[in-house]
């Protein structure tokens, strides 16, 4: 096999069916169909619609991606597949498609972690990853600080969310605002207009013994509440709530968190790379205050564009061809899905 191995990637850890293809380290094709709109009525993913979503979204999705990119199904160097972490419907309906087509074509199967995934999509946008690379992964799901000497078998966790996502709390406080699901989005445009300094919103585990304990935990739950209460307090007084100001506040505190500790685990652990990856990846001040952090510690700062930070199948099928240049072993056949897969555990 070339070192350019053509893999096909897919991913239906929650509400996206991704399917992306990559030829060794070129981005060829990304493809996803969204159930994001079946549940925004519910202010929430609901598993049951997401895997029914998947299952009818699964075939024309692939099929439309091998059209896009120009590649026939039997020229695939292998199948990658996100075996978890995520909802455990949604990661199987994944994992029994790429399963089928692993079997039909006699290619090899990678079932790949969700999170690494995350990681090595950046290879696609900004070439290959230096080893180490710090990467902070923050969405909907998750908010971990990883060490990564070696993003197909070695990755180390120095942290994460002890209680709330970074980007559960966005779409909660968004909640609290009135604005709609998922949250993310609209929070970071109504900040545009507000003060982030308007309002001193609480920085979780960041000083005293909080700190020497959870040096690179995160925590987001007692500042969710703090704008809740905040928002309630206004609410109960019949003044208007200066939703631009609060959603500034907010996102000032979570930013300044985040960056804060990503540079510390930069310094700490001597590393000079630092990729943030994940769908609150592509908030604009989580992004400027990085770049801001990063020159002045002389931290060469990584993103990936927009539509690589949220769930896709580009992402999973970087990670197998990383995989299979690197000589990795497949997984077997009856790779089993794990919804609560360690980070650490970069394959099933
Ligand atoms: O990575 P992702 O697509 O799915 C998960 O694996 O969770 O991330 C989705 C999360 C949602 O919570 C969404 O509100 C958040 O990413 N998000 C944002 C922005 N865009 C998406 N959060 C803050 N600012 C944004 N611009
Ligand atoms: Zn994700």
């Known amino acids: 096999m070339s070192d350019e191995p053509l893999v096909l990637g897919i991913e239906t850890s929650c509400d996206e069916t991704g399917v992306g293809i990559v030829r060794g380290q070129t981005l060829l094709v990304d493809t996803v169909a969204s159930s994001v709109e079946e549940h925004a009525r519910f202010g929430g993913v609901v598993p049951e619609v997401a895997s029914r979503a998947h299952l009818e979204a699964m075939v024309p999705t692939i099929e439309r991606a091998c059209r896009e990119a120009g590649v026939r199904l039997r020229d695939l160097d292998a199948i990658s597949v996100t075996a978890g972490p995520g909802l455990a419907g949604a990661l199987l309906v994944g994992v029994a498609s790429a399963k089928a087509l692993a079997l039909a074509l006699g290619t ?29 992964l923050v969405s909907g799901g998750h908010s971990s600080l990883l060490l990564v000497p070696d993003v197909t078998n070695d990755v180390r966790s120095l942290g994460s ?17 009135g604005l709609p699901f998922p949250g993310g989005p609209h929070v970071d445009r109504a900040a545009r207009e507000g003060n982030r300094i308007a309002i001193d919103f609480p920085r979780g585990l960041t000083t005293g013994r909080d700190m020497e304990r959870h040096r690179f935990d995160f925590s987001f739950s007692g500042l969710k509440t703090a704008v809740a209460r905040w928002v309630e307090t206004r609410q109960r007084a019949g003044e208007a709530v200066p939703v631009a100001d609060v959603a500034a506040s907010f996102q000032e505190a979570v930013v300044d968190v985040l960056t804060r500790k990503a540079l510390l685990a930069c310094k700490e652990h001597d590393v000079d790379h630092l990729l943030i990856g994940g769908g609150v990846a592509a908030n604009s001040r989580l992004r400027a205050l990085a770049e801001e952090r990063c020159a002045k510690a002389g931290v060469t700062l990584r993103v990936p564009r927009p539509g690589l930070c949220t769930d896709n199948g580009a992402m999973v ?32």
Do not use: C, W
Request: proline residues 9%; aromatic residues 2%; hydrophobic residues 45%.
């Open 161 to 177: 969310t002890m209680d709330d996502a970074a980007g559960e709390a966005f779409d909660k406080v968004a909640r609290v605002l």
């Open 108 to 136: 090899p199967i990678y079932g790949v972690n969700h999170l690494a995934s995350h990681v090595a999509v950046d290879i696609v946008e900004h070439g290959p990853l230096p080893e180490p690379t710090m990467a902070m």
């Open 317 to 348: 099928a970087a990670l197998g061809a990383q995989m299979v240049s690197k000589g990795r072993d497949p997984s077997d056949l009856g790779l089993p899905t794990d919804s609560s897969m360690p980070v650490t555990l970069v394959q099933a």
